[in-house]
Nanobody
Framework: QVQLVESGGGLVQAGGSLRLSCAAS????????MGWFRQAPGKEREFVSA????????KYADSVKGRFTISRDNAKNTVYLQMNNLKPEDTAIYYC?????????????????WGQGTQVTVSS
């Protein structure tokens, strides 16, 4: 079993920054792709970003390109999401997820373990 725990969420003003972390534990040898998703009130869960096992391939939703950066530290079994120039529309619960796939994907079906989420609130 793989456990994912997100941290780093909080309340910030528009234009501010947050760094989310997702720590994986358990049977982590099969972790390849790691991704971030978010769900805002009244909206569907949406893809944010994903990163390959080596970190050499990344994918971002258009809404966060140029503002968010995904990275990972495999020695620590941790993936990060650096969020800069935050906007009120970024307010959501952010979830990390892992997938056994070799390729980065925005498809939630390619992810088999999910964290409990961390709240990000951006005030205007």
């Amino acid at each position: 079993q793989v456990q994912l725990v997100e941290s780093g969420g909080g309340l910030v003003q528009a234009g501010g920054s947050l760094r989310l972390s997702c720590a994986a534990s358990g049977r982590t040898s099969g972790i390849l792709v790691m991704g971030w998703f978010r769900q805002a009130p009244g909206k569907e869960r949406e893809f944010v970003s994903a990163i390959s096992r080596s970190g050499g391939s990344t994918k971002y939703a258009d809404s966060v390109k140029g503002r968010f950066t995904i990275s990972r530290d495999n020695a620590k079994n941790t993936v990060y999401l650096q969020m800069n120039n935050l906007k009120p529309e970024d307010t959501a619960i952010y979830y990390c997820a892992r997938g056994p796939s070799l390729r980065v994907s925005q498809n939630p079906r390619d992810y088999d373990y999910w964290g409990q989420g961390t709240q990000v609130t951006v005030s205007s």
